[in-house]
């Protein structure tokens, strides 16, 4: 009851803040933008140094060595920061670091230390191209988005700011290639965002400094298995031989595909089929074999792809559909359909646009333009939405611009560091208000 009563007080005292129009930027404000300025070339530096260290997720030392270069700048904050060991899930592990005992509402800021480099990829190193470009792995996602929650704190503690802030910063070792199970490797993330009022995502969004993610797709996978009766393929359609596995599989397919098509920001995709008389599946791998011969009725076949939607209700109401599909099996065949963990859906909540208002009104004072919502269709599951459950308001996509992610091309844009991390810090700012 507590807890509920102060998030709505939260949530009613941001809303009101929200409308108010902001001619221009405070003094103090004003000199959290001049701080970052004065700073940007040793947050280059230090933007440059991180992208130089291999952090493949599956690299756990070179993971851990982005935490080691980060955690000292932490403390330096008079942050508690330390690297929570992730052997539990399978991987490296994250960094946190708290700041507790402020005033004001509960921020929980999310970054990651990984990419989806390994120290066998060609690219592996910054490189500048031109005075506000520069190539690297990860130098967008995210480990510019990392800088820009640095920068922004600096900022305010340079102020006197942040010593009476609540903010919890948890950059997760493991975002490309999530540790299992989800439950653990995402502990830190739903445990900061029971704490938190505010989630804050520092990801590089759709690339675009005008627009933010309030609203994200979830995902999760599904496996679909199909046996029938073996037999001449003289003998299919039969009473005692019915239909095979294959038949049936395209029947439930063909229905997902016509009858499940009604809803908005829904979609669900198979990725793979595997059908014959013997099949094998290595669901690590994404792989699998196949035998069969034309004259014979297939035994099994294998189906498996994912549901994207944009709540858990629409999650829930398709796999209830599905089920449904699957059940109506043709003659001698027999299905299941099994729902994997995945990805929670960050649903866009009238918190959320409330922050996001905040958000664009700190982006006009500082005369850099309006910023509207990412179309949750362009917009993927990321750590943000492991927060939807539990926050009153969370956004994402505030990082460094750039594009080309996850290709060798990857691309920051550099004028994205300092004018990012001012309206990060002015969020702050104004959010420690309430
Ligand atoms: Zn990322």
Known sequence: MKKGFKKHAILLGLSLFATQSMAALSDKEQQLADYIDKTNPAALKLLED???INSGTMNFAGVKKVADVLIPEFK???????FEDGSAFGRAGHLVAELNGGTGPKMLLI???????EPDSPFQTFEKISDTQARGP???DMKGGDVVILQALRALHDAGELKNMNILVVMTGDEE???RPLELSK???TDGAKWADIAIGFENGDGNPATANISRRGSIDWTLTVTGVPSHSSQIFKDNVGAGSIYEASRILNTFYTDLRSEELLTYNPGRIMGGTAVTHDRKANSGTTFGKNNVVAESTIVTGDIRAISEDQVNRVKDKMREIVAASLPKTQSTIEFGEGYPALAPTDGNKALLEIYSNVSEDLGQGKVAPVNPLNAGAADVSFTSAYVEMAIDGLGMSGSAGHTVNETGNLEALPSQSKRAAILLYRLKQQ
Request: aromatic share 8%.
């Open 138 to 140: 990860g130098i967008a």
């Open 50 to 52: 991180i992208v130089n």
């Open 177 to 179: 290639l999530s540790g």
């Open 76 to 82: 330096a904050l008079g942050f508690d920061a330390r």
């Open 187 to 189: 502990k830190a993330l």
């Open 111 to 117: 970054g990651h230390l990984d990419t989806v480099f």
